[in-house]
């Protein structure tokens, strides 16, 4: 079955920094893979998804993911957080055939001013 | 746009108490999907509808069911409300298999 593991349960940056949140998925072939956003007390709204082809992939609000293959991992980052970044981050896989998205169990942003 | 539509957004039942979630969504999406949200956990799913007519079961499906009432709507139903159902409940949408899927709000729901 495919699974999605997102190691960090918490991370804190401070607004500037740099931003990378981790992903890994277990797949056999190259699956379909998103990033969404949750702010508190909302759902879930896409940040950047990947299909296929250029494996470096633009989203909303600055954000940008790279899929490679050979880590099994799609990671999210960000060059300069915002305080507004505060909010916790879900990776998540498209389960082909089924009709299924299988989330990781998320990331909670903390921004320090 | 109003995309995916959840009512009601908060609700206190008490154990044993029945009640039914309902979900519909404007974008002509063929998929509909319950989650529910966890601390800790992530999203699990409940149950999904693939397209009108058909329905199926997550990975988290006991005490719950649900109806696909036409390719708009879909709707949870608690039958006897346990705490452990307590939880955040998101209706998502989608145009199916690889394509993204979108999500309502939320429906917060505490079982005492």
């Known amino acids: 079955a495919q699974s999605v593991t997102q190691p960090d349960i918490h991370i804190t940056v401070s607004e500037g920094a740099s931003l990378e949140l981790r992903c890994n998925y277990s797949?056999?072939?190259?699956?379909?893979l998103f990033w969404y956003v949750q702010s508190p007390g909302q759902g879930l709204q896409l940040l950047l998804k990947y299909f296929s082809g250029d494996t470096l992939v633009q989203g909303i609000k600055g954000f940008e993911a790279e899929f490679k293959r050979s880590q099994s991992s799609f990671n999210l980052r960000k060059p300069s957080v915002h305080w507004s970044d505060a909010a916790e981050y879900f990776c998540?896989?498209?389960?082909?055939?089924?009709?299924?998205?299988?989330f990781g169990t998320g990331t909670r942003l903390k921004v320090l001013a | 746009n109003a995309g995916v539509t959840q009512t009601p957004k908060f609700q206190v039942l008490k154990t044993g108490q029945s009640m039914t979630l309902q979900c519909a969504q404007d974008m002509n999406h063929n998929s509909m999907y319950w989650y529910r949200q966890d601390p800790g956990m992530g999203l699990r799913l409940i149950y999904y509808?693939?397209?009108?007519?058909?329905?199926d079961k997550g990975e988290v499906p006991n005490g719950y069911n649900v109806s696909r009432l036409n390719k708009r709507e879909f709707s949870l139903r608690l039958e006897s409300a346990a705490p452990s159902q307590t939880s955040v409940y998101f209706c998502?949408?989608?145009?199916?298999?690889?394509?993204?899927?979108?999500f309502g709000q939320g429906t917060r729901l505490t079982v005492v």
């Open positions: 998502a949408s989608s145009d199916g298999p690889n394509t993204e899927a979108f």
């Open positions: 998540a896989v498209d389960d082909p055939g089924t009709y299924k998205y299988i």
């Open positions: 797949y056999g072939a190259t699956p379909y």
């Open positions: 509808s693939a397209s009108e007519g058909t329905t």
